[in-house]
């Protein structure tokens, strides 16, 4: 069982937006702005899509976007495309112990 | 741009220890700044942090794993390693080697991958 809970699949059509929750505990997600997403196409490396809730790494489409509210984060997917079909992970800080959390992962189908 | 490569073997008997090493080209691991760590993903299911190691040696480990786990680095040849002792087949895995900057907790390189099979 993953410390972060993601819904285990989302969809949507190309054009439309998809939101891709991550839900902690004030231990991790809510006490600190050190969430990042990462995506992972079959047999890949996963790559850093967002890191700080809400920044993107030079090189990623401002189509991807992320938040934060109390316990849960939040990606945001505008504007699908078919590659963006893929696996989608979060991970937070987790304090000084347990350190870094992931979450389960997202499968995200584009129609 | 920084290039990371896992390399060790692919099967590994029950109770014996699971070697790896990255290795890191590209940039400089006793230039500081990075923690050098190693991520697992079981077959199907999602990612594992293990831990990380700064230049200097310092270790930070996966309170879930600390008891099996060593993290090592080798300046000399810009390579880290991972240790996991005790291996079961729950340990089968791809295991990633990935760059987290100092104070930022996100990974921004990541090796390619390596599959480890724990069997007899």
């Known amino acids: 069982q993953s410390a972060l809970t993601q819904p285990r699949s989302v969809s949507g059509s190309p054009g439309q937006s998809v939101t891709i929750s991550c839900t902690g505990t004030?231990?991790?997600?809510?006490?600190?702005?050190?969430v990042s997403w990462y995506q992972q196409h079959p047999g890949k490396a996963p790559k850093l899509m967002i890191y700080d809730v809400s920044k993107r790494p030079s090189g990623v489409p401002d189509r991807f976007s992320g938040s934060k509210s109390g316990n849960t984060a939040s990606l945001t997917i505008s504007g699908l495309q078919a590659e963006d079909e893929a696996d989608y992970y979060c991970?937070?800080?987790?304090?000084?112990?347990?350190?870094?959390?992931f979450g389960g992962g997202t499968k995200l189908t584009v129609l | 741009q920084v290039q990371l490569q896992e390399s060790g073997p692919g099967l590994v008997k029950p109770s014996q220890t699971l070697s790896l090493t990255c290795t890191v080209s590209g940039g400089s691991i006793s230039s500081g700044g990075y923690y050098w760590s190693w991520i697992r993903q079981h077959p199907g299911k999602g990612l594992e942090w293990i831990g990380y190691i700064y230049y200097s040696g310092s270790t930070y480990y996966n309170p879930s794993l600390k008891s099996r786990v060593t993290i090592s680095v080798d300046t000399s040849k810009n390579q880290f390693s991972l240790k996991l002792s005790s291996v079961t087949a729950a340990d089968t895995a791809v295991y990633y080697c990935?760059?987290?900057?100092?104070?930022?907790?996100?990974?921004?390189?990541w090796g390619q991958g390596t599959l480890v099979t724990v069997s007899s």
């Open positions: 991970c937070s800080y987790a304090g000084s112990y347990t350190l870094e959390v």
């Open positions: 990935a760059r987290e900057s100092y104070g930022l907790y996100y990974f921004d390189y």
């Open positions: 004030s231990s991790d997600v809510g006490g600190y702005n050190y």
